[in-house]
């Protein structure tokens, strides 16, 4: 069995292998892809792909833990990174090792993703003392979304650039095992992912950073309310699960099913 670890992560950015990240938020999923990817992230875009909701902002640390337990019974080998929400981390470092250290210790989560850069690394340090892997999280930080105003590509301008490639020495400083770039231009990423030695995991990022993330759904065509420029579909699972249901429905209204072998004598 492949089982990837923080060192491995290491390793392959040091053997430039590409790294394989997908979200998984239940134990069904976890269980199909786990074996082949390096890394499952339990997203807080649980709140619109799982809940339903707008953003991330309403996701919980209960929720974080709920689904992190269920993708741990249906995983085989990869790394469990799991999100810390919104608020369970920016008022102060206390809360914020308390927060992470239910993730790991309830949910059993591997590594904790924060986002943010300069303005949460006492935060991602005090973490790191306490024994939890972090991983950054920076550019379009989908929970900064009331300071945004919208989900646009960042770091598009120079200033915000320079911002983007200091957060990410100070969050490697401080001890973040990788970091997730979201939303950057390729030329910028790549930047960041030849200054770094932690791997930069990027999502809408180009092609240069040290590996990939996708969310599971968009990426199976299963979640199709809205589809970003960076997204690939490989599949089309929602398509596939409506003609599945709407055969399902034709044969039972015509007599079809059960047939003789779904049946008990
Ligand atoms: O929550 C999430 O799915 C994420 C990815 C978009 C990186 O943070």
Same mark, same amino acid.
């Given at each position: 069995?492949?089982?990837?670890?923080?060192?491995?992560?290491?390793?392959?950015?040091?053997?430039?292998?590409?790294?394989?990240?997908?979200?998984?938020?239940?134990?069904?999923?976890?269980?199909?892809?786990?074996?082949?990817?390096?890394?499952?992230?339990?997203?807080?875009?649980?709140?619109?792909?799982?809940?339903?909701?707008?953003?991330?902002?309403?996701?919980?640390?209960?929720?974080?833990?709920?689904?992190?337990?269920?993708?741990?019974?249906?995983?085989?080998?990869?790394?469990?990174?799991?999100?810390?929400?919104?608020?369970?981390?920016?008022?102060? !470092?206390?809360?914020?090792? %308390?927060? =992470? #250290? +239910?993730?790991?210790?309830?949910?059993?989560?591997? /590594?904790?993703?924060?986002? @943010?850069?300069?303005?949460?690394?006492?935060?991602?340090?005090?973490?790191?003392?306490?024994?939890?892997?972090?991983?950054?999280?920076?550019?379009?930080?989908?929970?900064?979304?009331?300071?945004?105003?919208?989900?646009?590509?960042?770091?598009?301008?120079?200033?915000?650039?320079?911002?983007?490639?200091?957060?990410?020495?100070?969050?490697?400083?401080?001890?973040?095992?990788?970091?997730?770039?979201?939303?950057?231009?390729?030329?910028?990423?790549?930047?960041?992912?030849?200054?770094?030695? !932690?791997?930069?995991?990027? %999502?809408? =990022? #180009? +092609?240069?950073?040290?590996?990939?993330?996708?969310? /599971?759904?968009?990426?199976? @065509?299963?979640?199709?309310?809205?589809?970003?420029?960076?997204?690939?579909?490989?599949?089309?699972?929602?398509?596939?699960?409506?003609?599945?249901?709407?055969?399902?429905?034709?044969?039972?209204?015509?007599?079809?099913?059960?047939?003789?072998?779904?049946?008990?004598?």
């Amino acid at each position: 069995m492949n089982k990837t670890t923080v060192a491995t992560i290491l390793e392959k950015k040091q053997k430039n292998n590409k790294l394989t990240m997908l979200t998984c938020y239940d134990y069904i999923m976890a269980k199909l892809i786990s074996k082949d990817v390096d890394m499952l992230l339990v997203g807080d875009s649980l709140g619109n792909v799982q809940l339903g909701y707008e953003n991330t902002i309403p996701v919980t640390i209960e929720n974080i833990i709920y689904h992190t337990k269920a993708v741990k019974r249906g995983n085989s080998g990869a790394l469990i990174v799991a999100d810390m929400p919104f608020m369970s981390y920016e008022a102060d !470092i206390k809360s914020a090792v %308390i927060n =992470a #250290g +239910r993730i790991i210790k309830e949910g059993r989560a591997q /590594v904790v993703k924060i986002e @943010g850069g300069s303005e949460i690394i006492k935060q991602v340090q005090a973490i790191v003392n306490a024994k939890i892997p972090v991983m950054g999280h920076l550019g379009l930080t989908p929970q900064a979304i009331n300071k945004f105003g919208e989900f646009k590509v960042q770091g598009r301008n120079k200033e915000d650039a320079l911002k983007l490639i200091n957060d990410a020495k100070l969050l490697q400083e401080a001890g973040a095992c990788a970091i997730v770039l979201e939303a950057i231009p390729e030329d910028l990423a790549k930047e960041i992912t030849k200054t770094l030695t !932690i791997p930069t995991i990027g %999502i809408g =990022a #180009g +092609r240069y950073c040290d590996g990939q993330v996708l969310v /599971v759904y968009d990426m199976l @065509g299963m979640f199709v309310d809205f589809t970003p420029k960076f997204v690939k579909k490989y599949a089309n699972v929602g398509q596939i699960i409506q003609e599945a249901v709407k055969n399902y429905i034709d044969e039972v209204k015509e007599g079809k099913f059960p047939e003789e072998g779904n049946i008990y004598k």
